[in-house]
């Protein structure tokens, strides 16, 4: 296996080392952060005993897959002889401009620099430099050891190979790429979200109904397709005919809709009051952190499912 590169251990590039070195690759890990570094390995020391519970760590104990994990004393030693190297900055462009520029210059020329952004175009941070051809983001949905899917974006100059590379790479790690064409704001998974969310905000703030409605309404009903297969595959069994016969018989419907989602409602305005006073009412704010623990938990159950009816019923 190869050698991986994090830079940056934020929530995800503590998430990331779990997934590359269950998935068998040494991994180096840098923050400028000391603290930053001992705050990933304490996670990561945490969350290993509940991978293995649930069967998500290969076959492997938890000291073999944290064994891989080594800390790097400096930015060079990190890079030194990494084939990937995956950036977990802060969002901020001019941040990301200035990391790639040290990328660029001391990783190997061979290294595929990776950016781990939710939102800033590879375009945006790789311009002008010599290695821009090797730069692209990988955007994972967080956490990645547990959600499989990642975008993978180029730039209008990214080299094919280094796009080919970088998918090879996570699928034989047991992620699913979404490997897109060229880049758009927004990628391709916060484009889906947001779509969504402009209406769940919209329904709330036209008092059409709760938040908690809403939630109902993903949670027990579109979720449960949604977790094993997309939305065109949705579709496609959803009418005798497949696809097209479902377009035939309920694009109509969808045309009717489709001028009432034209208008934004502020996220931060009225319809904000009442999603976080719903919110807050179901969930007090000093039980978030809980909660959100308890997420990851339901995942890593989801997760152990969906390998299980994977193997049992078919992909």
Not at 50 to 64: N, Q, T, V
Not at 127 to 147: E, F, W
């Amino acid at each position: 296996m190869s050698k991986i590169a994090l830079v940056g251990l934020g929530l995800v590039g503590r998430a990331w080392a779990v997934s590359f070195a269950r998935a068998g690759h040494e991994v180096a890990i840098w923050d400028e952060r000391p603290e930053s570094i001992d705050d990933a390995l304490g996670f990561v020391n945490r969350v290993l005993p509940d991978l293995d519970a649930h069967d998500l760590l290969r076959g492997e104990p938890p000291l073999s897959v944290r064994s891989r994990m080594r800390r790097a004393g400096s930015l060079e030693e990190a890079l030194d002889g990494a084939s990937h190297v995956q950036e977990n900055t802060p969002e901020d462009v001019e941040a990301k401009r200035r990391v790639f520029a040290e990328l660029d210059r001391l990783a190997d020329p061979e290294a595929v620099l990776a950016s781990s952004t939710s939102a800033i175009l590879p375009s945006a941070f790789s311009r002008g430099l010599k290695g821009c051809g090797r730069c692209l983001v990988a955007h994972p949905i967080n956490p990645p050891y547990l959600v499989p899917s990642v975008e993978i974006v180029p730039a209008p100059w990214t080299d094919p190979d280094a796009v080919r590379r970088t998918a090879d790479l996570l699928e034989a790690a047991g992620h699913a790429p979404i490997v897109m064409t060229r880049e758009i704001d927004g990628f391709v998974v916060n484009r889906l979200q947001g779509a969504l969310l402009e209406e769940a905000f919209r329904l709330v703030g036209d008092g059409f109904a709760s938040a908690e409605d809403v939630d109902v309404a993903i949670r027990e009903g579109l979720a449960l397709r949604w977790s094993f297969m997309g939305p065109f595959e949705t579709i496609d069994l959803n009418a005798p005919g497949g696809v097209r016969d479902y377009a035939e018989r309920y694009q109509r419907i969808y045309e009717r809709i489709f001028p009432s989602t034209q208008r934004r409602v502020d996220w931060s305005g009225p319809a904000m009051d009442a999603v976080e006073a719903e919110r807050r009412t179901r969930l007090p704010a000093e039980r978030l952190a809980e909660r959100a623990a308890w997420r990851d938990r339901r995942l890593m159950a989801l997760a152990a499912h969906k390998k299980k009816a994977g193997e049992e019923i078919g992909e």
